[in-house]
């Protein structure tokens, strides 16, 4: 499934550049057992500058 191959890709961006991020919402629910796909994926970032300019960053190399 291309969804999921991107959201891994992602993730790992996000992760490997030290991005402080949760993944939330239904996605975050089926991982933990709970399955309630509503086909769109929620991230909450942590709201501070060095955060932000992380992120910033971490959006170039898509």
């Given at each position: 499934?291309?969804?999921?191959?991107?959201?891994?890709?992602?993730?790992g961006l996000l992760?490997?550049?030290g991005?402080?991020?949760?993944?939330?919402?239904a996605h975050a629910l089926a991982f933990h057992g709970y399955p309630r796909y509503t086909g769109d994926?929620?991230?909450w970032i942590r709201p501070?500058?060095?955060?932000a300019a992380t992120v910033?960053?971490?959006?170039?190399?898509?």
């Open positions: 499934m291309k969804l999921e191959k991107d959201l891994r890709e992602f993730v992760t490997s550049e991005v402080e991020f949760l993944l939330v919402g994926l929620d991230f501070d500058a060095a955060n910033l960053a971490a959006r170039h190399q898509v």
